[in-house]
């Protein structure tokens, strides 16, 4: 019975999701099929056929350019997703103690996030100048030494596009895991007080845990986010000073429409799938074994019960 | 006050401008089990996490073991509880759960395990301590949900409708084993329920709440037998009570044609008084069948409905106009339309106040 129901929901379900596969299959599979091929061969200015082996791949690890990107991205993905997961977190506990006008800090906290990174990129461009930004602020309010402008100095550079992504990015953790905290039973803080368990420990040994759901929702949403990092490159520091905030996204478009170097920009963006794939990989794969220990679960109670 | 496991003073909780609970008042012995009984809402689950400590209560005082705890946190009121959804820590193994209470106090090692392994005997689930609460069926785990309780050695136990998430028969065997516990361990137990079963077979004395107020406190013979009010007697029984409104005059019953004599019953105050009154008669306290004879009152009715319910039968009749059911055996051979002979004894009726509603 509860086979054969099954077993007719996934048929409505796939016949109901067929026009997105075609366009799934058609779009995104054909245009990494092309991506791949592309980057075997010697393309320049216009693709071509002409296939080079793994030459491209080859000359890529050489290039100064592609390592500072490659750099950069391992910098500011961990240095995000630690900051953005804890600000986020900190920020959704905060929101969970039934504080007043939690609506309308709720939206503050969302804001960064509908708005473009373009426009992120160019408010932070000019908090972070040294003109008329943070520093000369802080400078004009008598701290005549204070300094705080890391965009013009290529050792630092990274790290102020690092706050800007932070920024952007901790109020939709907040939201996500901000709905993983509440869908915590009341009764399960109650047992803990009972228990006589100090509130941090109850953070940390039942309710995180508790919250992997949400948590992996937010660690795949930065993840995502970091790796195709463009838009705020380009609008606050243009990949520089000199080459030291590039990135892998931007130096794939660069390589397409600076350089003409077709070839050599798709073997960069399929270098760029990998991680993706890895990263679905592991999510597929961790949902597969936690599924089967369920069942299993399932399966031992019911023997027992 | 010091032979007092609990003693609830005065307390009154609002919430905002609601008042939940309005001066209550409840002195709990040592070793009793109390059970709060009433209709969803009334306010029994705000007084047991009043009595925890888990909401701060806007006035009064509460005592346990003879310590003024109104402002003690919950983990310091010697009490253990256990809730309706169980509240187990999903992500810990059950003997995690068992501990780590214990462990976070800075209990010894070897006293944590001792006490688990004592508990977990108790409660007879050794075989499960290794499992995740999710590998577990609802009756384990809210035996889990007690033995975190056990563990903790205390002398007051909170129950928050521990088996309303059970189905009929587990929730039959639970209520058993939980009678057993009380008995082995003897330590005060305070209950909330919704279930009149529940209450009458685990309690040693039942409050009945209703809009905030205990309307009785007695054993469960007396909340049966002697309702302190209409509202009690209403609410406990089940087929519940049939009430005949009428006068009460020189220790006589009277509606229309009806007079029943009230010879034998056991009046509250010395003075038997007279007025407007109501009368209320269990269904299972009519006499019918051969009985009937012996009866003081007996009256002749008409068979309207017949309600089958195996062990016993519930026939609908009228009396002086009302609806009134009587509880017959379950092989009783009646029919729609058919006369039927009914005994009343007084001296199990009772008696209310027409306009206070109290028992007279
Ligand atoms: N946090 C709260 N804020 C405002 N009112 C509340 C709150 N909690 C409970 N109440 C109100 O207090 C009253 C008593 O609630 P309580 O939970 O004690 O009822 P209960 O007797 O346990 O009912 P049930 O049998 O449904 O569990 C209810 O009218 C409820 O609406
Ligand atoms: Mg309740």
């Not at chain 1, 047992?191 to 039942?206: E, H, L, M, S, T």
């Not at chain 2, 089958?308 to 009646?334: I, K, N, Y």
Request: aromatic share 8%.
């Amino acid at each position: 019975m509860a086979q054969a129901r099954k077993r007719r929901l996934r048929l409505s379900a796939i016949i109901g999701t067929v026009p997105m596969m075609i366009v799934a299959i058609g779009v995104y599979v054909i245009g990494i099929a092309f991506t791949v091929f592309w980057s075997f061969t010697d393309s320049k200015l216009f693709p071509n056929s002409t296939l080079v082996g793994f030459k491209q791949y080859h000359r890529l690890w050489q290039d100064d350019r592609w390592l500072v990107a490659v750099q950069n991205i391992w910098i500011f993905g961990i240095l995000l997703m630690v900051f953005a997961l804890a600000f986020g977190f900190l920020l959704a506990v905060f929101m969970d103690q039934e504080i007043r006008q939690e609506d309308l800090l709720r939206s503050i906290y969302l804001y960064p996030f509908a708005m473009s990174l373009i426009v992120t990129g160019l408010v932070w461009q000019w908090m972070l100048d040294p003109n008329f930004g943070i520093e000369h602020t802080v400078r004009s309010l008598g701290w005549a030494n204070f300094q705080f402008s890391p965009l013009v100095d290529p050792n630092t550079a990274i790290y102020g596009l690092v706050v800007a992504g932070i920024w952007q990015g901790s109020g939709v953790t907040m939201a996500i895991l901000l709905a993983g905290l509440r869908g915590i039973d009341a009764e399960i803080w109650k047992a803990a007080r009972i228990d006589g368990i100090p509130i941090w420990r109850v953070y940390i040994f039942i309710v995180i845990p508790m919250m992997r759901g949400s948590i992996g929702t937010a660690f795949v949403l930065i993840a995502v986010g970091v790796v195709r990092v463009y838009d705020l490159v380009v609008a606050m520091t243009g990949g520089g000073p000199g080459i030291s905030t590039n990135m892998p996204a931007v130096y794939v478009i660069d390589m397409i429409t600076k350089s003409y170097n077709v070839g050599q920009g798709m073997a960069a963006a399929t270098i760029m799938l990998l991680p993706v794939i890895a990263v679905i990989a592991l999510i597929g794969l961790g949902r597969i074994v936690s599924t089967r220990r369920k069942n299993a679960a399932i399966l031992r109670a019911e023997a027992t019960a | 006050m010091t032979n007092h496991s609990v003693s609830v003073k005065d307390l009154t909780l609002n919430f905002g401008a609601v008042k939940v609970l309005k001066n209550l008042t409840l002195d709990i012995s040592e070793g009793e089990f109390i059970v709060l009984l009433g209709s969803s809402g009334c306010g029994k689950s705000t007084l047991l996490n009043c009595i925890a400590g888990l909401l701060d209560i806007s006035d009064g005082e509460i005592w346990i073991k003879g310590k003024n705890v109104t402002w003690a946190e919950p983990a310091d009121r010697g009490i253990g509880m256990v809730f309706q959804s169980y509240a187990l820590y999903p992500q810990m193994s059950v003997r995690g759960n068992l501990s780590f209470g214990l462990k976070t106090a800075g209990v010894p090692r070897a006293e944590i395990e001792k006490r688990v392994a004592r508990a977990s005997e108790v409660l007879q689930i050794e075989p499960l301590l290794d499992r995740k609460p999710s590998a577990l069926s609802g009756g384990q785990r809210q035996r889990v949900a007690i033995g975190r309780a056990l563990v903790r050695d205390v002398d007051v136990f909170l129950f928050d409708e521990p088996l309303s998430n059970l189905d009929a028969k587990l929730r039959a065997d639970l209520r058993v084993e939980i009678k057993r516990l009380h008995q082995q361990l003897n330590n005060t137990m305070i209950y909330v329920t919704h279930d009149q079963v529940e209450a009458m077979t685990l309690a040693d004395r039942i409050a009945i709440m209703k809009g905030g107020h205990i309307m009785q406190l007695g054993t469960p013979d007396e909340i049966y037998s002697r309702p302190q009010n209409r509202y009690v007697a209403d609410f406990i029984g089940s087929p519940s009570m049939n009430f005949i409104d009428g006068q009460l005059q020189d220790g006589v019953f009277a509606r229309g044609d009806l007079t029943i004599p009230m010879a034998g019953y056991n009046y509250a105050s010395p003075q038997p008084p007279g007025g407007p009154a109501t009368i209320g008669i269990r269904p299972e306290h009519v006499v019918t069948g051969e009985l009937v004879g012996n009866a003081p009152v007996q009256l002749d009715v008409t068979v309207d409905i017949v309600e089958p319910m195996g062990s016993d039968t519930l026939v609908w009749t009228e009396v002086a106009g009302e609806r009134f059911r009587v509880r017959m055996d379950g092989h009783a051979q009646v029919r729609h339309g058919e006369p039927l002979r009914i005994g009343i004894v007084p001296a199990r009726a009772s008696l209310f106040d027409a306009k206070s509603e109290l028992r007279l």
